[in-house]
């Protein structure tokens, strides 16, 4: 740390990455609640505007993680290893991506989200995305190693319940669901929602090894 | 460029990475318009011929790849960094794979490839092939920026249609296909074609990550 | 060579590489001989008890490769480049998921491993598990080349025997079985098997990049 803290005096330019890093956690965040309400909503119409905000997000986080590879391929010296940034800035983007893909997908294949596989799965993503959060703005000071440990042991037990509810959700798939047309769609949704706990536990993997270096 | 270009006097070698690099680039832009007239040829068996060339294509292709790997660990010195070099090799390679992958599961599941969806995706990935090579062969010389970064929006924006096709086609098919076993097999050749125009889009992200470190 | 080994005097931890990758490529090779015996098993409650073991031996490479990453970000001077060493335990950690995935999937789809296809590709598995295995630990001494290329030429056999098997297994599926829901199930263990023999070809390449650099 003693060498990192000189480096941040005279390399100012270091902060850059650390804000776009939170401008990213904090959009995922927002996003693991907004699939929660998608899931939670009746109406299409009513779900269309909220992924369409989901959408929104989405974009905004492609912009931020432009601007990370940007800032990567432009600056020296980086506050992480360069690989580390690199793979942080691409597991953040997957968990976007998928959390808004799941979203439309619910109102492209027209499933109807009162299920019991996708309410467990959109509560999970939004713990997940909660402590995606934690753990990546407790990446500036370092200050905090518990509460950044705390919160990757829970990504790790997240990713867990995701498997357990991939497989509960698949199992009443196959067994009550004649339709094989309706299988491929809700098995599909299921999968998305699966990789984004797989995701997240991709970012918690990646923050360990960081505060594994630094700390 | 100062100091590549000096560097470039001493490390001929150099030239090699170029070399393979616009070989792969010409075979990739012939597999996207022999793509086509796979999608456009009515005959099983003469679109059997057609697979034929795509597959020595892209076999070629892949001791191309080979080459460039064996290069990158024999180089010290190298045009891009390792990893710039490493990321696009792989991603041509993978656009490679996936055009001839949709190729044969046309005749391999014996779908009838008259249809709008591989239609329009055969001819979004001819296209986005032929601004691969454009991109690609700029990289020699760098001296035709714009050149290159039109290619890379053309590129981007090609991956975007990409993923509108996918959504129009998927939605038809579950709408208009009875047989779930039908949906099963087109289904998959339009995720495959869709998998390569964000391949295409995987090689113009390097592409831009390389001019911005030396242009 | 004659660099590595004077370092090897002064940095006894490098053995810790080798021995974890040993401990990882063992195990590897003992799933690959129980995923045949899962799939020869025809009572399902017998099976359950092999997939039990599968599950062990996957959880014991799970805590192996995390060590792995552990000391690649605590060593700086490695045996190899830090680059391939993270991706051959990335590699083998794949290996060991989709032969336990493969196994897991038999008995949660309920389906009969009595299967020509399944039988073909858990033999090919078992094989590659085997040539695995001989290829990481040859990377100890690097004294026996001939015994390493071999293996790795046998693996890249493997693979394309794989994607043979695969094409056979889901021809024969979609001519034969006449339920959709059946059709998803069977094509998703295929899917499983084919990446299996993929994930032991990118140990394959990976030790090949090695080789090259230090041989």
């Known amino acids: 740390m003693a060498l990192q803290s000189f480096l941040k005096i005279f390399m100012p330019k270091n902060k850059i990455f650390f804000e776009l890093f939170e401008k990213v956690a904090n959009n995922v965040e927002k996003m ?31 912009d931020l993680t432009h601007n990370l590879f940007t800032e990567l391929g432009r600056n020296f010296i980086t506050p992480f290893d360069r690989e580390d940034i690199h793979y942080l800035a691409t597991s953040l983007d997957d968990v976007a991506d998928y959390i808004y893909a799941a979203g439309k997908k619910i109102n492209f294949y027209r499933v109807n989200p009162n299920d019991t596989g996708l309410q467990k799965f959109a509560e999970l ?76 536990e991709d970012v918690s993997n990646v923050i360990e090894s960081i505060i594994i270096k630094y700390a």
């Open 125 to 200: 993503i939004e713990k997940g995305a909660e402590q995606v959060k934690i753990a990546v703005t407790g990446l500036r000071d370092m200050k905090n190693m518990r509460g950044i440990t705390e919160a990757l042991v829970k990504i790790n037990s997240i990713e867990n319940q995701g498997d357990d509810i991939f497989d509960f959700s698949i199992e009443k798939l196959f067994e009550n669901e004649p339709d094989a047309k309706e299988v491929i769609k809700k098995r599909e949704i299921y999968q998305v929602m699966e990789i984004v706990t797989d995701k997240c």
């Open 32 to 62: 693991g609640s907004l699939l929660k309400d998608v899931v939670g909503e009746p109406d299409f119409d009513k779900r269309a505007t909220l992924i369409g905000q989901l959408e929104d997000l989405e974009h905004a986080n492609d």
